[in-house]
Every structure is written in structure tokens, then in C-alpha cells.
């Protein structure tokens, strides 16, 4: 737990991913250090097509390791621009690199004034 | 005074009603056109399953150092060594029937069935030769065959259908399946894993858009469509193939007029190019020159063949069994049997009804679907009190132990009495492992039975006895 990151930079949501604004408005969304260490290592991540709507709230995306087949909760509703294409070949990006090459989409968000956590919030809401 | 039943075609119906009678000490003439066994034994369920067992050999292959097994291996399909396997393996179990037949004193006609009347059937043999066989009871067998479309020329070389899948001589570069439904999908996954580049298109908004199947199963398929680099193209249909002269087929695809809602992806008109086209869309009876409107057997609007639950058809004394009677009877080989048995039974005198309240189900695709029962949104469209439960595959012992990760079990159960309403599993040996269930709802019994009963470990079978714990 000591050892789990939640940089300053972005957002988090009690679904356990983040999203960062881009300079062009849109946000990149990934899961956090703790939800890539309670998935263990990921073997395949099933990604929206672009395109797709989705509520904050619902999932956007299952990410399957050994141990579950889990849901991604999408931290801001928003429209899918782009996903991380490299996941298909590389999933455990997600493990190695949670805030960066392991991103899973970006989303033009709706701006509709949703709730979202700062790092400090999140990291006490999963140490509780 | 002995029965004389005749019997016209000989797959799975056909012949299990050929065996059934004579046993029962019937004068049975099984009249068939083409070898004993049907299209479940020539164009379906045993060559796609032995097909299979060759692509699922491979994929055993290209995981030996996921095992430990160190050493290179340059394994790749062979299509005449695979087709040359399915050829045996259907020699043998058509022997085997033909065997049967002659042990039981079944006379075998080989020719094509036209009903006269309900005492007389008319064969009309290779050499145009023709017999009468006059008798007590007729049973239609026929069956079905691939359904065509004016917008999908078949050519059987670059635009095929399931037949012509099964007999290729040559895994082509890249496929465009057509109907992500039973057939296109198992011939999908077969094809992906003997190399070939797969895409489904599909009319509704889900693989296996069948209403037996529950929206879980048809996630959990097109994950692993997915992950093994077949693409979808859902809520699409197939406006055109049109073969090129550089030998490719280009398929037109637009959004599909079967959903209410098409997501963006497929909404514009948009085409693929393939070196074959497998088209996949449905299945059609055979009921061309079995003289059905004159002999006065009534047929539904789409030409299939109505029976009551008695398998009696508007004739009397002339019966129905199996695919000709359409997909409102479940079309399926063990479907099939069964209303055989019941034909049988009534044609002797009996009064045997068919209940298709517990018919499992399985689809092999990679990994393998097996259904029993109601899936959770037919229990809630019946207004049904039911709850579910559902566990994954890869939290079994043996699942693990095996490398066989993706998978579920889902109980439906009745909330007021703990009635299993249904179970749909996909994962390793869904299709083995549903029987349980099946007896299960046939024997009433509750997810607490289920949960109560012993289950052997390290088995996949746990995975139901887990399940039913969630309950």
C-alpha cells in the first residue's frame, strides 16, 4: 500500500481510474496503481469502440487478469476519441506503467460538473 | 398386424426413429438420398467438432511453452491431412448406422421421398427408377439446408457456405463470416485459429444473438473474438459480395435495419475485402419434391413444417421430426432424437408428447457455450421472481491447472423456490458440463441441491457447485 502512486496531476474516482485534461480539452483516462495491484497481471483488455457514449459511472471496458475479469468505471461521462491501441498486444502496460503507456482511452467529457476525487481524497478512500 | 412405418431421411431424427420402431417391432423402410447420418454427420455437428479438434490441436501447439514444453514447433494446418481425418471419422460412425440398419432389419431405400398419401410413399431412385412403399405411418425427416441470399451469390469458391467450409483445401488468407449466429461463429473461431484473418458481421448487437443464449455468454464470446484478433462488425448487415478479378471478394456493409439503435461505428456504408466470404445466415427445409401441398401437410408461412406437440402434422398418420419443422422447435440434432422417440411412440399407438421445457444446448466456439433452460432476460420477460448467480471459470482450481481462464457459470433460479430456471456456462467443456444442470431442471431440483451435492476436486464441474453457493 505504502509503495502505491496517486500523482497530483489528475483526477481519480472511486472506481479506481483516473483522468488527465490534455492541453486539447480531452481526458485521458487509465486505472490507478492500486487497481493494477489488486488485478494482478493483466492479460487483455476488451476497449470501446470510438464513438461510444458512457455515463460516469458505467463501465467502459473489461480488463481481464489471472485472478478477474473486471470492470472499468468510467470517472467522467464523456464520448470515447481514441483507445490505447498497444494494449492488444502489450495489456501489462497497464501494470508497468498505469499512468502513462498503460492509458486506456481518451474521452471527449461532457462537462457535465461530475464529482471527481484528488489524489489526496482517492488515497484515502483506498486505504480506508 | 405389424406397423409398416416409412421414414423419409436419415439423419439424426430419421434414423433414431429407423431404430426406435424396429425395435419396437415395426416394418421400417428408411428412404435416403444421400449416406446415413445427415447433415449432423456430413455438413455440421461431428465434421465442424472434428475440424475443430485439429484447430484446437494447433492452438495446443502454439502454447507448448506456455507448459513448459521447451523445443521449436513449426506447427501448421494441413487441409487435406485435416479433411482426410473428418473423412474417417464420419466413415466410421456412418458404418456404424448403416450397420444398425442391418441389424435391425431396417430396409434402406436410397432415393428421394415423395408422399403420395399417408399409406403411400413414392422413391425416386438414382437411376430414375422409382418405388412405391406403401405403409401404415410416414415420419418426415428432411431436415434443412443452408439458406442462401440473392445479395450473397454463392459460387461455393469464393463465396461459400458451411458445406463448402468444411471441404476447403486451403485455409483462406482472410474470411468475411456473414451471421455471427451457432454456425458463423464456430466456423469463426475455427477458421481465426488455422490462420486465417476473420471478421464477423452481424445484424443485431451481439454474437450469438440467439434468444437460448444469455447476453453473458454472447459478452463473453466477443471478448475472446477479440482477443484473438477476430473483428466484429456488429448491428451491420451485408448489402453486397461481389467477386473481383483480382480474386477477392468485396463485401458492402451498412447499418442494419434489425436494431433500434446503431452505434456510430456502423452507421456509414462501408466495404471489406476477403479472400472468401462464408455466409452464414440461416438454415432453409428441405422440402422440395417431398410432395407436401398435395398430399395436404400443412406448412407454416416461412415453409416450415407445422406438428402438434403429438409430432402429428395436419395429415394424420403422417408425422414430423426435427429441423423441417423450423427454429420455433429448437433445430438441433438431439432435438431431433427425442421428438423421434415421441413420433414413434404415437405412430404405434401411443400418446407421448414433447416438452421442450429442458433442451441443452452448446456452441463451440473457443471457449465452448452450453445453455439449459431460461436465460436471465427470458426469466424477467416471463415475469418471473428469479435471481442469479454467477461465478468464473478462472477461479477454479482446475481451470487454472489447465490454462483454461476464460469462462462463467450463470444460475437462473426461481427466488421463491429455489428452482434452477436455467444455467448458461461458457469456458473448457461447457458443452460436457451442462448435463448436470439439465438433470438438475429435470429432476426439479433446487440451487441447494446442486449445493448440497458433492462435487469432485480438482474438477470444472465445481464451478456449478460454486455457483449454486452464491445463492
Keep these: ?128 | 398386424m405389424t406397423q409398416r412405418i416409412t421414414i423419409i431421411g436419415g439423419g439424426p431424427g430419421g434414423y433414431t426413429a429407423a431404430f426406435a420402431a424396429a425395435k419396437a417391432g415395426a416394418k421400417v423402410t428408411l428412404v435416403e438420398a444421400g449416406r446415413l447420418g445427415g447433415t449432423c454427420l456430413h455438413n455440421g455437428c461431428i465434421p465442424t467438432k472434428t475440424i475443430k479438434a485439429s484447430a484446437d490441436a494447433l492452438e495446443g501447439a502454439r502454447r507448448l511453452a506456455e507448459f513448459g514444453i521447451a523445443g521449436d514447433c513449426a506447427a501448421a494446418p494441413d487441409m487435406a491431412a485435416i479433411r482426410e481425418r473428418k473423412r474417417r471419422v464420419t466413415d466410421v460412425l456412418c458404418g456404424g448406422l448403416e450397420k444398425t440398419c442391418a441389424k435391425l432389419h431396417i430396409r434402406v431405400v436410397k432415393g428421394m421421398g415423395q408422399i403420395i398419401n399417408s399409406g403411400l410413399v413414392r422413391a425416386h431412385l438414382a437411376d430414375r427408377a422409382v418405388e412405391e412403399i406403401p405403409g401404415d405411418r410416414i415420419i418426415i425427416a428432411t431436415g434443412s439446408k443452408t439458406l442462401n441470399l440473392p445479395a450473397l451469390p454463392v459460387d461455393h469458391r469464393r463465396i461459400i457456405t458451411s458445406d463448402d467450409a468444411l471441404e476447403l483445401d486451403r485455409v483462406p488468407d482472410s474470411l468475411a463470416v456473414i451471421g455471427g449466429g451457432v454456425i458463423g461463429a464456430e466456423l469463426a473461431f475455427i477458421f481465426n485459429a488455422l490462420g486465417a484473418k476473420v471478421t464477423v458481421v452481424e445484424g443485431l448487437d451481439r454474437v450469438l444473438p440467439v434468444p437460448s443464449i444469455d447476453a453473458e455468454l454472447s459478452r463473453l464470446t466477443l471478448r475472446e473474438m477479440k482477443k484473438r484478433g477476430i473483428a466484429c462488425e456488429l448491428a451491420s448487415t451485408a448489402l453486397d459480395a461481389v467477386v473481383l478479378d483480382e480474386g477477392c471478394v468485396r463485401v458492402t456493409l451498412g447499418p442494419s435495419p434489425f436494431v433500434d439503435v446503431v452505434p456510430p461505428a456502423a452507421q456509414r456504408e462501408r466495404t471489406l475485402k476477403a479472400d472468401m466470404v462464408l455466409v452464414a445466415v440461416g438454415r432453409t427445409p428441405n422440402t422440395a419434391g417431398l410432395g407436401l401441398s398435395e398430399a395436404g401437410v400443412i406448412l407454416d408461412k416461412r415453409g416450415w413444417v407445422k406438428a402438434d406437440d403429438r409430432m402429428e402434422t395436419s395429415v394424420p398418420g403422417v408425422y414430423a421430426i426435427g429441423d423441417i419443422l423450423g427454429p420455433a422447435r429448437i433445430m438441433l440434432a438431439h432435438v431431433a432424437a427425442t421428438e423421434a422417440l415421441a413420433a414413434v411412440k404415437n405412430c404405434l399407438g401411443g400418446d407421448e408428447r414433447m416438452d421442450y421445457g429442458v433442451v441443452p444446448a452448446a456452441v463451440f466456439a473457443s471457449p465452448e457455450l452450453a445453455s439449459v433452460g431460461l436465460t436471465e432476460a427470458q426469466a424477467q420477460a416471463q415475469g418471473l421472481n428469479a435471481v442469479c448467480a454467477q461465478s468464473n471459470f478462472r477461479e477454479l482450481g482446475k481451470a487454472q491447472a489447465m490454462g483454461e481462464l476464460a469462462g462463467l457459470f450463470k444460475l437462473v433460479v426461481d427466488a421463491d423456490t429455489g428452482r434452477v430456471l436455467g444455467a448458461h456456462i461458457a469456458g473448457a467443456h461447457a458443452s460436457d458440463l451442462i448435463a448436470e444442470a439439465a438433470l438438475a431442471m429435470r429432476l426439479k431440483a433446487t440451487a441447494a441441491d446442486i449445493a448440497s451435492t458433492i462435487h469432485a476436486h480438482p474438477t470444472l464441474a465445481e464451478g456449478l457447485l460454486e455457483t449454486a453457493h452464491l445463492l
Design chain 1, 1 to 128: 500500500m505504502a509503495d502505491l502512486k496517486f500523482p497530483d496531476d489528475r483526477r481519480y474516482h472511486a472506481g479506481h481510474l483516473w483522468a488527465k485534461k490534455n492541453a486539447d480539452g480531452t481526458w485521458l483516462v487509465g486505472i490507478t496503481d492500486f487497481a493494477q495491484q489488486q488485478l494482478g497481471e493483466v492479460i487483455f483488455v476488451d476497449l470501446p469502440a470510438t464513438g461510444a457514449h458512457f455515463d460516469q459511472g458505467q463501465s467502459c471496458a473489461d480488463i481481464e487478469s489471472a485472478k478477474v475479469v473486471s470492470e472499468a468505471i468510467l470517472p467522467l461521462s464523456g464520448m470515447v476519441v481514441a483507445v490505447n491501441e498497444t494494449l492488444a498486444d502489450s495489456p501489462r502496460l497497464l501494470n508497468s506503467d498505469p499512468y502513462g503507456a498503460g492509458w486506456l482511452l481518451r474521452l471527449a467529457a461532457d462537462d457535465t460538473g461530475e464529482e471527481t476525487l484528488d489524489a489526496a481524497a482517492y488515497k484515502a478512500l483506498v486505504a480506508a
